[in-house]
C-alpha cells in the first residue's frame, strides 16, 4: 500500500475534523495545512502536529509530491481552491455545498473530466452503516413502492441573534444558509437511499432574526456561546434560519421536510422517514446506531448496527462489531478511505459521491431559491 501526501485546506471545526478522519486511513499523509491567515495556519498545524503550514493555498497547490487536497474552505473558496488544484493534476475532495451556483459546480465537473482527477462532494453522512442498510432493504425490494419521504435536520446553535458564524454571510456562504448547509444533507441522502431523483419542489424561507450581533473576533463553528456584549457589532441578516419544502420523487412519491438552525435542544437532529407499501423505517443522526422498522401487521422494531445482521453490502460500512459506536467521525473516515483507494489506484471503482453529484445539489439548492422567489412549485 503506497503512501499518498495530501493537504488540508481550511483550518475551522471541518478542517479539523478532516485531518483527525485521514489519519484513521494508514497510507495518506497530511503534509501541509493552509488558512486564511499564517497565525491561524500555525495554531491549526500545532493542533494536529503537522509542520508545513501557510496562508498560500496556491504555495500547496503548486508542490508536485502533494497528491490530493481537501477544500474546507468557506464556500465561497471551494470554486476557486477546487479549480486551482484540479488545473495542476491533483485529487480533490470538497465540503458541501459544492460551490455557491450551479454555473460553478459545472466548471468544476468539466474540469474534473478533462483533467481526470479523483473529485469526491464530502456527502459523508451516506455512509452510517444503518442508512446503507435502508437504502439496501429498498434495493432489494423489502419496502416496496416507496410513497412517502418525511424529514427534518435541525439544530440550535444559531438561535440567538447573539449567535454568529461566517455561514451567516452570503459573501462567504452563497445565497442560501440552512439550506445549503443541511438542506443538501438531506436531500441528498433521501435520493440516494430511495435511488429516485427529486422531480418538483416547493421550498418557503425565513429569517427570524433581521439583524445579528456579529463578534468582533473570527469565531469558530459552533463555538460562539462565551462572548460578552462589548465583543460584538450588529449587522443585517441577508440568509435564511429555516426553511420548509414540498418535494416530489420521481412520479409518484411525495414528501416534505424541514431544516433550521434555531430549534431549541436540537444539536444535529438529522432525520430521515421513508414509507412504501411493505414497510418503512426512520433514523436519526444523533441516535446514528438505531434504526427504526415498522409494518402494517406485524410489531415495530428498532435494530441496532451489528455488521453480522446488516444486509451484506451495508456490513462494508461497519468496521466494529455490534454494540460498538460508529458515529461522525466514522463516516468521514469511510468516505476517505474510499476516494483515497481511486487516487492510489485510478482502475478503482468509484463509490463515493463526485463533483456530478454536487453539481446536481447545485441544481436543487437554485431551484428552491426560484421557488420561494415566486412561493410556488417548480419542475426541477
Given at each position: 500500500m503506497r503512501r499518498i501526501k495530501t493537504a488540508v485546506i481550511g483550518a475551522g471545526f471541518m478542517g479539523r475534523v478532516h485531518a483527525e478522519a485521514i489519519r484513521r486511513l494508514g497510507n495518506v499523509d497530511i503534509v501541509a495545512v493552509a488558512a486564511i491567515s499564517e497565525d491561524e495556519a500555525r495554531r491549526f498545524g500545532q493542533s494536529?502536529?503537522?509542520?508545513?503550514?501557510?496562508?498560500?493555498?496556491?504555495?500547496?497547490?503548486?508542490?508536485?509530491?502533494?497528491?490530493?487536497?481537501?477544500?474546507?474552505?468557506?464556500?465561497?473558496?471551494?470554486?476557486?481552491?477546487?479549480?486551482?488544484?484540479?488545473?495542476?493534476?491533483?485529487?480533490?475532495?470538497?465540503?458541501?455545498?459544492?460551490?455557491?451556483?450551479?454555473?460553478?459546480?459545472?466548471?468544476?465537473?468539466?474540469?474534473?473530466?478533462?483533467?481526470?482527477?479523483?473529485?469526491?462532494?464530502?456527502?459523508?453522512?451516506?455512509?452510517?452503516?444503518?442508512?446503507?442498510?435502508?437504502?439496501?432493504?429498498?434495493?432489494?425490494?423489502?419496502?416496496?413502492?416507496?410513497?412517502?419521504?418525511?424529514?427534518?435536520?435541525?439544530?440550535?446553535?444559531?438561535?440567538?441573534?447573539?449567535?454568529?458564524?461566517?455561514?451567516?454571510?452570503?459573501?462567504?456562504?452563497?445565497?442560501?444558509?440552512?439550506?445549503?448547509?443541511?438542506?443538501?444533507?438531506?436531500?441528498?441522502?433521501?435520493?440516494?437511499?430511495?435511488?429516485?431523483?427529486?422531480?418538483?419542489?416547493?421550498?418557503?424561507?425565513?429569517?427570524?432574526h433581521k439583524t445579528r450581533k456579529r463578534p468582533k473576533v473570527a469565531i469558530e463553528t459552533f463555538a460562539g456561546k462565551t462572548l460578552r456584549p462589548e465583543d460584538y457589532e450588529e449587522v443585517p441578516i441577508a440568509t435564511e434560519d429555516f426553511a420548509s419544502c414540498l418535494v416530489k420523487l420521481g412520479d409518484r412519491a411525495r414528501g416534505a421536510y424541514t431544516v433550521s438552525q434555531v430549534s431549541a435542544g436540537c444539536k444535529n437532529r438529522f432525520q430521515i422517514e421513508i414509507f412504501g407499501s411493505e414497510c418503512g423505517a426512520i433514523w436519526n443522526q444523533e441516535r446514528p446506531d438505531e434504526l427504526w422498522i415498522g409494518r402494517r401487521n406485524q410489531p415495530s422494531q428498532i435494530i441496532l448496527k451489528d455488521p453480522s445482521l446488516l444486509k451484506p453490502a451495508a456490513a462494508t460500512y461497519a468496521d466494529l462489531p455490534g454494540g460498538h459506536g460508529e458515529g461522525y467521525g466514522d463516516t468521514h473516515k469511510q468516505v476517505f478511505r474510499r476516494f483515497y483507494k481511486k487516487v492510489a489506484d485510478p482502475s478503482a471503482a468509484v463509490e463515493y459521491p463526485t463533483f456530478a453529484e454536487g453539481l446536481w445539489g447545485m441544481h436543487l439548492l437554485e431551484k428552491i431559491i426560484e421557488s420561494n422567489q415566486k412561493q410556488g412549485w417548480v419542475t426541477v
Open positions: 494536529i502536529g503537522v509542520e508545513r503550514t501557510t496562508a498560500d493555498y496556491q504555495a500547496i497547490i503548486a508542490d508536485p509530491q502533494i497528491e490530493a487536497l481537501h477544500v474546507c474552505t468557506p464556500n465561497a473558496l471551494h470554486y476557486p481552491v477546487a479549480m486551482a488544484a484540479m488545473q495542476a493534476g491533483k485529487a480533490v475532495l470538497c465540503e458541501k455545498p459544492l460551490t455557491v451556483s450551479e454555473a460553478e459546480a459545472r466548471s468544476l465537473v468539466e474540469t474534473a473530466a478533462s483533467r481526470g482527477v479523483a473529485n469526491c462532494v464530502n456527502h459523508n453522512l451516506r455512509y452510517y452503516p444503518v442508512v446503507q442498510h435502508i437504502r439496501r432493504m429498498i434495493e432489494d425490494g423489502d419496502f416496496g413502492e416507496i410513497l412517502v419521504v418525511q424529514g427534518t435536520y435541525s439544530q440550535d446553535w444559531l438561535l440567538y441573534d447573539t449567535d454568529y458564524n461566517w455561514r451567516i454571510d452570503a459573501k462567504e456562504n452563497g445565497p442560501l444558509r440552512v439550506t445549503g448547509d443541511i438542506g443538501s444533507h438531506w436531500m441528498d441522502l433521501v435520493q440516494h437511499v430511495t435511488g429516485m431523483k427529486i422531480t418538483a419542489l416547493c421550498a418557503d424561507l425565513q429569517i427570524f
